[in-house]
């Protein structure tokens, strides 16, 4: 046997081999110093810094962000941890107003129906918050996971199937902090039903995401976060949630709090930040007016703080349906309410005198013409939908052209309000809103003008009748309105979109103009910026028209008037929400 006697050379020692890739330390080096990994105090201090800076930003500059720094941030996610190195995260940078537009609409009509599951507390707290930028920030961020490989053939997942989303969850939280140390803005807004947003980014089958990352030059600078600021909630002590070795048998920690109940583009995003700045100046708490003050902003950033005035766009028409039994009046009301109101005595027109708005009145095909009226009229007869159509697509191409150039017209005054007359058009708005929004329509008809029960019901036969004879789909909405439409709602549509064009708020009125509404929505989703909701009817189905647009109505008066009476109120409470807003105490 050899000893180190005999042969010398044993005992001699020896240059470690060094690695030139990978880790160079030894097991010697690292007993000897188990913290030299450290990254030192200032490193620790600005990580510290940066987490506990993070905010979820909501309000946003206009200004730009340059590649070089979207790239950093994209780098930054690019370098999360990821289970099996898997790496399954796709980032989809999201510069195009329309595709901004129609997830701004989806986060909204989400925002509302979440309201609606709170308690009527956190209801109102939730609809006082603004919870997305995502009109405002130059830039959106779809973090997506693909999730089509099979979880058993990554390495981490056959047990834990959801590591690929913790995995882009990680991702997200890297891009934060690095947005944060950069002096960038992030929000993530969650306030989407998650196909909708996969349809709107087509995005394959076996590809999720995880929402919608606001990026932007910050347009607020909370110390704290958001919903602490805003009473929602506080930080729970780190005691409540730290836990050894294994859930405890006793005094469990509790349970999180539940709140449960049980082409056309929107106003440019510069406009949008000048009129938080405006509103910020006001010698008041910013959003003391709640709704108002976010309504005002949304007037200021279409139209400017100047507006005055406006215009009620009152369009009628009569309807071939309403000789199905779907009305307590006769069809000679239409006539003489128009009439009225070409003399300055209807209700709506009155309304808006009164309001200090001026009219005008459209004759879209009511059925003894209106005298003094703004001639539609389209020459041939109209079905009933039940059994035919109600227009040719011709009818509604040129109501449609004819509306837009009313609207365009009413826009050079202000604000445009939308008021129809029609007997009979409550059930040809409820067949839209039924399309529109998959009520059935046992659920979405209501009394409109004196029905009772019965009815009621020959309301609802008479909407499924047509739905089932057109099987129409809102995916064609000129279809839409020449099967199941009626004059006035094509040429409400078109003001819609006129008005919008040339740069003013669209005031809606009741279930009719807002179906209208919803309709030039579907033709142009931009449009979705330019509207407000005066107040919610009570009519059944114009709650979920007004959900699908995203928009919570200023007013809930339980009123059925029509003729553009609550769109009238509505304006008159923006403007002189605006005048205060033009005269009110400032700060430095």
């Not at 006082?128 to 961020?141: C, M, S, T």
């Not at 227009?391 to 052209?401: G, I």
Request: one cysteine or more.
């Amino acid at each position: 046997m050899t000893t180190t006697d005999e042969n010398p050379s044993a005992s001699q020692r020896w240059n470690r081999p060094i690695p030139r890739i990978g880790d160079t330390t030894s097991s010697a080096t690292r007993a000897a110093d188990p913290t030299g990994w450290s990254l030192g105090d200032q490193v620790q201090l600005g990580l510290d810094a940066a987490i506990d800076a993070r905010r979820d930003i909501r309000r946003y500059r206009h200004d730009d962000v340059c590649e070089e720094l979207i790239n950093t941030i994209l780098w930054a996610g690019h370098r999360a941890p990821s289970v099996g190195h898997s790496q399954p995260w796709r980032f989809i940078v999201v510069r195009d107003a329309d595709i901004r537009d129609r997830a701004a609409v989806m986060a909204d009509r989400e925002r509302l129906r979440q309201a609606d599951l709170l308690t009527p507390d956190r209801k109102s707290r939730l609809l006082d918050l603004q919870l997305e930028g995502i009109r405002e920030a130059p830039v959106g961020i779809v973090v997506a996971c693909d999730r089509r490989a099979p979880a058993s053939g990554v390495l981490g997942r056959n047990t834990f199937t959801d590591a690929d989303m913790w995995s882009c969850a990680c991702a997200v939280e890297n891009m934060w902090l690095t947005a944060r140390a950069h002096g960038l803005g992030m929000g993530w807004v969650t306030l989407f039903q998650p196909t909708e947003l996969a349809e709107l980014l087509h995005l394959p089958d076996g590809v999720e995401t995880l929402g919608w990352l606001c990026l932007g030059w910050p347009d607020e600078r909370p110390p704290a976060p958001g919903l602490e600021r805003r009473g929602w909630s506080r930080r729970v002590p780190l005691n409540d949630v730290t836990l050894y070795d294994r859930w405890p048998d006793t005094a469990q920690p509790k349970a999180p709090i539940s709140a449960l109940r049980q082409p056309l583009h929107s106003p440019d995003r510069r406009h949008v930040v000048a009129a938080h700045d405006d509103a910020d100046q006001l010698l008041t708490p910013p959003g003391s007016l709640g709704l108002l003050d976010q309504t005002l902003d949304r007037v200021e950033a279409a139209h400017g703080a100047d507006i005055t005035s406006g215009t009620l766009v009152l369009v009628g028409a009569d309807h071939p349906v309403a000789h199905l039994g779907v009305t307590a009046f006769d069809t000679s009301v239409t006539h003489d309410v128009m009439a009225a109101s070409v003399a300055g005595t209807g209700l709506g027109v009155s309304t808006a005198t009164a309001a200090g708005l001026s009219h005008l009145v459209v004759d879209a095909g009511v059925a003894q013409p209106v005298q003094g009226a703004t001639s539609l009229r389209l020459p041939g007869k109209r079905g009933d939908l039940c059994h035919t159509d109600a227009m040719t697509p011709t009818d509604v191409e040129a109501l449609l052209s004819e509306g837009r150039r009313i609207g365009a017209q009413a826009a050079s005054n202000g604000l445009v309000c939308l008021g129809e007359v029609g007997v009979g058009n409550t059930t040809v708005a409820t067949a839209l809103a039924c399309v529109l929004t998959g009520l059935d329509p046992e659920q979405a008809v209501g009394l409109g003008a004196g029905s009772d029960t019965a009815m009621v019901e020959r309301k609802a036969d008479v909407i499924k009748a047509a739905l089932a004879r057109t099987h129409a789909t809102c995916d064609d909405p000129e279809h839409l309105l020449a099967t199941l439409g009626g004059p006035e709602f094509a040429v409400l549509a078109g003001v819609c979109l006129g008005s919008a064009e040339a740069g003013s708020p669209v005031i809606l009125d009741g279930l009719a103009t807002s179906v209208a509404a919803l309709i030039a929505a579907t033709l142009s989703p931009g449009l979705h910026g330019w509207l407000v909701a005066s107040h919610v009817s009570r009519e059944h189905a114009h709650e979920a028209v007004l959900a699908e647009l995203g928009l919570e109505a200023l007013m809930e008066l339980r009123m059925r008037a029509g003729e553009g009476v609550g769109a009238c109120f509505g304006a008159q409470m923006i403007l002189t929400g605006l005048h205060v807003r033009r005269t009110a105490a400032r700060t430095r």
